[in-house]
């Protein structure tokens, strides 16, 4: 008798996938150094999507990946990249990032707007060609979309690389993360204006004040209950942060992010708290990884598309660092650390993606504009890695056991 598979098995045969081919390729390849186990599964979604596989194999892409799949698989995705990233919120010390407000302000201001103007300018030159801006999009949307896509930073994929390079916890990586948290919240906000939103504009602003008043009442449950209830009521928070965010239109990323910062690091048990980071790295991410390629169709389009790519990676990275270093000017760094942390900001891959999906999905870019867009986002976030390693030994800042003499990344 012919067994019929069902969604159950169909959903394990995916889980299968996602987690054995970037895995398998990661290490029997050693890609470690230019291409992170992370890097190694969003290339592995995009591949596996409807883009590549897709195309290839359509019959075996749609039955494996089929909607049902897809809506499990997103699921686990969301809710996994939320406990990752308020993790991260409430790693930031908060007391530290409002009294060193001006630095964050500037740094944060500079990094996101010198490659914003960097990536216009690319955008501009792109609309005097046949092909880029979608039947959706007005000029100034297609040249700002764009242009932001250039100075976005993926804060889930930055607290990844720092934890690798071992720089969360320190002064260093607090800095870090706090310019790229106040970029993270501002692009959200220009995507709101670039897609001429104004009640989400309007629900953004409800959603802060509110977020605001709860943030009173959280705090002081926080404080008076005992200490194995704060970990339920954190993800209880968790869950309204981000459905209020999100139906703000600034993003659950965002909420799970505001989610974190608003607690105090010593409410938990340090070890505790770094077990639950590692598992949920280990057993949940891989899925969002993958799964936000596999929600990617592209097209290569021509060598038109690559000469594009090559122009805004050129644009992004050049941005970002100039930025960067006029920041590290002003505000007097000592001599390396405004190139260490330009290469750490200018990472973006997931949430460019993301990002250049909506965009897309507007009919303000067309594929070949997301096409380019995702090959300079995945060269950008391979580019990390090599270019910090040496900075971090360098400067001395690294700690023990993150780089090898060679100035390798060690592996796991």
Not at 30 to 40: M, S
Not at 46 to 63: F, K, N, S
Not at 382 to 388: A, D, G, N
Request: glycine share 10%; with cysteine; hydrophobic share 60%.
């Amino acid at each position: 008798m012919q067994h019929a598979i069902t969604t159950t098995e169909l959903f394990l045969i995916a889980m299968a996938v996602i987690f054995a081919v970037p895995y398998l390729v990661w290490r029997l390849l050693r890609t470690d150094y230019w291409a992170p186990l992370v890097v190694v599964q969003i290339i592995a979604g995009i591949l596996l999507g409807p883009g590549v596989l897709g195309r290839a194999m359509p019959e075996l892409h749609a039955t494996v990946f089929n909607p049902d799949v897809i809506t499990a698989l997103n699921g686990l995705a969301w809710w996994a990249v939320m406990l990752f990233v308020m993790i991260a919120g409430i790693e930031l010390d908060v007391r530290q990032a409002w009294a060193n407000r001006r630095e964050t302000g500037v740094t944060a201001g500079l990094a996101l707007g010198v490659p914003l103007l960097a990536g216009a300018a690319v955008a501009l030159g792109m609309l005097g060609f046949v092909g880029w801006i979608g039947t959706g999009g007005r000029p100034w949307q297609f040249v700002v979309g764009v242009g932001m896509a250039c100075a976005v930073t993926a804060l889930p994929i930055l607290i990844l690389l720092m934890e690798k390079l071992q720089l969360l916890r320190s002064h260093l990586g607090q800095r870090i993360l706090r310019y790229a948290s106040l970029d993270d919240i501002a692009i959200w906000g220009v995507l709101a204006l670039v897609l001429m939103d104004w009640e989400r504009i309007g629900r953004q602003v409800a959603f802060l004040l509110a977020f605001a008043l709860a943030c009173v009442a959280f705090r002081r449950l926080m404080r008076a209950i005992p200490a194995r209830d704060r970990w339920f009521t954190m993800l209880i928070w968790l869950a309204v942060c981000g459905l209020g965010a999100d139906w703000a239109g600034l993003h659950y990323m965002v909420g799970a992010f505001l989610a974190g910062v608003v607690m105090d690091g010593e409410w938990f048990e340090r070890e505790t708290l770094d077990l639950l980071r590692h598992h949920v790295l280990l057993v949940m991410m891989p899925v969002f990884f993958l799964s936000t390629g596999l929600r990617t169709s592209w097209e290569v389009g021509g060598a038109a598309v690559f000469v594009a790519a090559g122009a805004l990676l050129v644009a992004s990275v050049a941005g970002k660092l100039a930025g960067v270093h006029l920041a590290g000017r002003l505000l007097r760094w000592p001599p390396g650390e405004a190139s260490m942390i330009g290469w750490l900001l200018q990472t973006k891959a997931l949430i460019m993606i993301i990002f250049a999906n909506i965009l897309v999905d507007k009919a303000i870019i067309t594929s070949a504009t997301f096409t380019a867009l995702l090959l300079m986002a995945v060269a950008s976030t391979m580019l990390t890695i090599p270019m910090v390693a040496p900075k971090l030994r360098s400067l001395g800042t690294v700690a023990s056991g993150a780089a090898d003499p060679a100035g390798r990344v060690r592996q796991p």
